[in-house]
């Protein structure tokens, strides 16, 4: 199990306190569940990426300086990783990204 949840919430910048709070709570789940499902062989771990370089981030944002953001296929680079049998001993991470 790969979940997404978002760099901008390690630590908690303050602001858009739902998005916060929401995308917080997808971490604790990721780990919590990572416990529980342990002796079963299912691993759970977490992606937070950065803002992702989307065609509706640029519109929403187009005077931003994008050079730090992240690109979709990083994201799946990373997500295909976690999914794959090659990242069986992780469990439980939040890896930024």
Do not use: C
Request: glycine fraction near 4%; hydrophobic fraction near 55%.
């Amino acid at each position: 199990i790969v979940n997404i949840a978002s760099r901008a919430v390690v630590p908690p910048q303050g602001g858009f306190i739902a998005y916060t709070v929401s995308k917080s709570a997808v971490i604790t789940l990721t780990q919590a569940l990572a416990q529980e499902v342990r002796a079963h062989g299912i691993t759970v771990n977490a992606v937070l990426p950065s803002t992702m370089d989307t065609p509706a981030n640029r519109q929403a944002m187009p005077d931003a300086d994008r050079a730090s953001w992240v690109s979709t296929d990083a994201v799946a680079l990373v997500v295909a990783f976690l999914a794959s049998d090659a990242a069986e001993a992780v469990s439980g991470a939040a890896v930024p990204i």
